[in-house]
């Protein structure tokens, strides 16, 4: 492997691990065991879509947009190969180069991915399709090399813009390549292109607005919070009807919550399933541990969230701003503190700091969770009944989670 691949499929596990607590794969039976594969990849949340998927599929090459490498830095984050979108400043006639290294790669037997929207969105449905990667498939068949695996890829936030969310990568069925022998050229690009879009709309979720977009995913967060569920699965259950007894009971409920100015975790109370002592005991240790992590590593944290605040023209790049500031930060952070306990001889310091920070990172999910708990203060004896009722119907009225 090239030292540039090693060194960004490293940089994308370490960034995924660092700003997500946890990135799941759903149905990941359904990978292919070799190539050649091309992923097609929903686009949901900026190039931050992209340290996702590398951190799952480690031997994906991307095609990705020459934005991406216009700089030194930016070449350090992104790698892959590059193609200048209509809407991109460079050079389009290089495409065709382009084009033809990823039918060389698939040719090997390697596996390219593709995110076919060409731009992302946070949005209640997907963005129309650009036909780039069918017409790369289609040509890749007429050359009659090893016939590829077409594989469908979904991508999930739970809190896309949120330090340490989790996110859930959705694995879809194969989607076949066999066309008939007489078809034209237009014909088998209607053909395939309208399986693109119904296998991957199989791995998204597509409402009719952003408000219904909004209940849906608060429903599922809020399910998914308690019973440890698929946060993607529940929301698929969501996406085509929600029962109206529970609608009209989420309805009454967040008129509630909004009107009692409530510390709310993405829209919701936080009412824990364990008992409050739990999380008052647990507060004992977490709350300093966090605290201290944080303070030993404020420089980095408060360019992340500079950036997160400055840099964004739209919400889904906020998590990348956060990244692109506060993970080199970070490193140079850290890198200072290692020198510093070398440079005085005090190699107890460096220690320190790397095991508080490793601790206040793996706590800080539970510290999130006491510290909203906490602030509901009063509010939790009044409303954590009918939240507790809401959660108990919305499970009831959900089938049994199957694969």
Aim: with cysteine.
């Amino acid at each position: 492997m090239a030292i540039a691949e090693f060194w960004h499929n490293w940089f994308s596990r370490f960034i995924a691990d660092v700003y997500f607590e946890r990135v799941a794969l759903v149905f990941p039976e359904r990978l292919p065991a070799a190539g050649p594969v091309l992923y097609l990849g929903l686009h949901r949340n900026g190039a931050v879509d992209g340290f996702v998927y590398q951190r799952v599929l480690p031997n994906a090459v991307f095609m990705i947009s020459t934005q991406l490498r216009k700089n030194f830095l930016a070449r350090l984050f992104f790698h892959g190969i590059a193609v200048t979108r209509t809407k991109d400043d460079g050079d389009r006639s290089l495409n065709e180069a382009a084009m033809r290294q990823c039918i060389t790669l698939l040719e090997q037997g390697g596996e390219l991915l593709v995110l076919p929207e060409g731009t992302s969105t946070l949005g209640p449905r997907h963005l129309p399709f650009k036909n780039g990667a069918v017409w790369l498939l289609l040509e890749y068949l007429a050359g009659g090399g090893p016939r590829p695996r077409v594989v469908p890829l979904g991508i999930h936030y739970e809190s896309p813009t949120d330090f340490r969310g989790r996110v859930e990568v959705v694995v879809g069925h194969e989607i076949s390549t066999d066309l008939p022998p007489e078809s034209s050229q237009l014909d088998r690009l209607k053909m395939m292109k309208r399986r693109v879009q119904t296998a991957l709309e199989e791995v998204g979720v597509n409402v009719e607005s952003a408000a219904r977009q909004e209940m849906i995913e608060s429903m599922a967060l809020a399910a998914a919070l308690r019973s440890g569920r698929s946060y993607f699965k529940l929301l698929k259950t969501l996406e085509t009807a929600v029962p109206a007894n529970l609608e009209h009971e989420w309805k009454s409920l967040e008129a509630a919550l909004g009107a009692s100015k409530a510390y709310l975790t993405h829209g919701l109370p936080l009412f824990p399933a364990p008992p409050a002592l739990f999380f008052a005991l647990a507060g004992c240790f977490i709350i300093p541990v966090v605290c201290a992590a944080a303070l030993l590593n404020l420089p980095p944290l408060l360019a992340g969230w500079w950036a997160g605040r400055t840099f964004p023209d739209g919400r889904n790049v906020i998590s990348l701003w956060k990244i692109l500031a506060g993970i080199p930060c970070f490193l140079i952070w850290a890198a200072l503190v290692v020198l510093a306990g070398a440079w005085l001889g005090k190699w107890l310091w460096p220690v320190a700091y790397l095991v508080v920070t490793w601790a206040g990172l793996k706590s800080y999910v539970l510290f999130r969770q006491i510290a909203a708990f906490l602030a509901l203060g009063p509010f939790q004896w009044t409303r954590r009944g009918p939240m507790a009722s809401f959660l108990e119907n919305l499970l009831r009225s959900l089938p049994d989670e199957t694969a």
